[in-house]
């Protein structure tokens, strides 16, 4: 399988993820606007994904390559339709007329490839490296010109207007970009797969390719500066699958050039292309439970290194999930590396394990006064004859409501003053969302 081949059908399936992602994760206000931006990244797949196989079609299919003609023009329609429907549709009646006009033009012209498919071409020519289409430079030919080169103008008049109105700095550079991106894959779409299709077929490619990257670099500031109204779980699960398919695809990239450098083949077998795709793909879906199991290790090692990225990741996973105050103490102890850690809030204790301290002692430490300096009621020094240290819980408002007992380590080691202040940090992470949480 050649290189191109792989690369257009990959970022094809990457882009209509996109899409899916966009489309799953739309809330009402924005719906249509994300099923207009589907369809088009479905287009763009139809159109790489017959250009990918047309280009390396055998002669013994040569049955199949009218078909892969069609499926080319069609989805260049549909997604140039498409993202005029993305720019125009809200744009009131106006906008709705015009989407309806270009897309019942653009069917017409596939219609009519369908049925006279010599007034576009006349014959392929199959080779060992790519196939030819002969086209014929008839008026249907000048027509499919001006179709795509109209359409383009619209819709990118359209975004204009858009990019104009939105104040957001970030929306309006995301929607720049994209703008760009769209103009430069149509004149590559233009020059390529009109054009120079019959002289240089074997670059017919870049017009997809160029329209699918836009399509997913837009899909970045869709997500990030929320152009598009998104909510709900399935856009965060869509999304991980996105980063796993770009990080499938990078690393097929890379085995592609060295299993052809190492080996001098023209290009490895489709099997083994396959093969290494799936053990990528399940090795990145295993990362989240071998972190799991990374961080279960070292907590049983002998150190005082805490993982504070994992123990944040985790705390603020617990936030958006049911708040167990048990559970959380449970997981700071074990993280910390201490033999007992809990949370005194109202007179009650949510602890790491069964309170080893007395009523009175939780009265005492209940009417320690609030630090000044730093978030510390006792002296956080392993030196001293107290089985805990207190530390004050407070909120995002400044005020304390509550407090943080910690206990001893348990690897052998005095805690430090680095130690602590990585406690310090991990409490007041808790503190922000406990004090948060309006069940308490």
Known sequence: MKLITVLLIAVAALAVLTGLSILCGATKQSRTSALWFF??????????????????????????????????????????????????????????????????????????????????????????????????????????????????????????????????????????????????????????????????????????MAVSISIITFYYSVVKYRILALSGKWLEVLSYIILIAAGVIVYTLVFYAIFTSLFRVASPSVEILLLNFIMVAILLCLMPALREISSMLKTLFPTRYIDIGYT??????????????????????????????????????YGSKATFLTSEELVKIGKLKHPTKNIWQTQPDESTDNSVRVAALIDSKGEVFGQALVGRSITGHALEHRDFIQIEMLINLSASVIGGNKGL
């Open 312 to 349: 944040t990741h985790k705390i603020l996973t617990i936030k958006r999930e049911h708040l167990d105050l048990k559970e959380l103490a449970g997981f700071l102890a074990t993280q910390m590396k201490i033999d007992y850690f809990a949370f005194l809030i109202n007179g009650k204790v």
């Open 39 to 208: 369809i088009g990244t479905l287009g763009a797949a139809v159109w790489s994904v017959a250009i990918a196989v047309f280009l390396t079609l055998p002669s013994s299919s040569a049955d199949s390559a009218p078909a892969l003609v069609i499926a080319v023009i069609s989805g260049i329609t549909l997604t140039d339709v498409a993202l005029l429907g993305y720019t125009s549709w809200s744009s009131g009646r106006n906008g709705k007329i015009i989407v309806g006009a270009f897309a019942i033009l653009g069917a017409a012209l596939c219609v009519l490839l369908a049925e006279q498919p010599e007034l576009f071409y006349s014959h392929f020519t199959f080779g060992q490296d790519y196939n030819t289409i002969h086209t014929t430079r008839t008026w249907y030919f000048y027509a499919l010109i001006a179709f795509f080169t109209a359409i383009s103008l619209v819709y990118s008049g359209f975004l204009s207007k858009t990019i104009k109105r939105i104040k957001n700095h970030g929306a309006k550079n995301g929607l720049k970009i994209f703008q760009a991106g769209l103009s430069v894959g149509g004149i590559l779409a233009l020059i390529f797969d009109l054009l120079l299709l019959t002289s240089q077929p074997q670059l017919a490619w870049i017009g997809p």
